[in-house]
């Protein structure tokens, strides 16, 4: 057997592993090399910062899609988690919002976003950095009203 084959036998294998221990999560990794195949899954997408801003509007996307039509609620929990992680990572990474959600709805998901033990640490120190960014943002806007 060429290294080759016994390179995509192993791939194969590996995305069989990750469907039977984490169906959701599988499904996500797929999307996100199918975004960038040089990441290994969605939480080395999300959370690289020399990912582009084009890739992660890409990413939102797709993951919202998912949010929307995932076939068990398992599946749209998580599209709509990395679906706010991707939008996270465009305020972290690039100072970008790619987003129209008000200021209100986006704290309201990063908090409990945050909060959720099940997302990998990664994605939820992502979701606290741009939580605090759109805070401040937040916070200057009020200052400034008050001001003029």
């Known amino acids: 057997m060429t290294d080759a084959k016994r390179e995509k036998l192993s791939e194969a294998l590996r995305w069989a592993l990750e469907l039977t221990t984490n169906p959701a999560m599988a499904a996500a990794d797929w999307l996100a090399r199918d975004i960038d195949p040089s ?10 910062s020399s990912v582009s801003l084009e890739t992660l509007n890409k990413a939102k996307d797709a993951f919202k899609t998912m949010r ?12 709509g988690r990395l679906y706010l992680a991707a939008i996270a990572a465009g305020i972290v990474h690039h100072h970008e919002r790619i987003s129209a959600q008000s200021d209100g709805a986006l704290l309201k998901a990063l908090r409990e976003f945050i909060r959720d033990d099940s997302m990998p640490e990664q994605l939820r120190e992502i979701a606290d950095f741009a939580y605090l960014s759109i805070q401040n943002s937040v916070s200057n806007n009020h200052q400034d009203a008050q001001d003029d």
Do not use: K, P
């Open 39 to 48: 990441r290994t899954g969605a939480v080395e997408l999300l959370s690289d």
């Open 68 to 79: 929307i039509v995932g076939e068990h609620a398992v599946d749209r929990r998580l599209g």
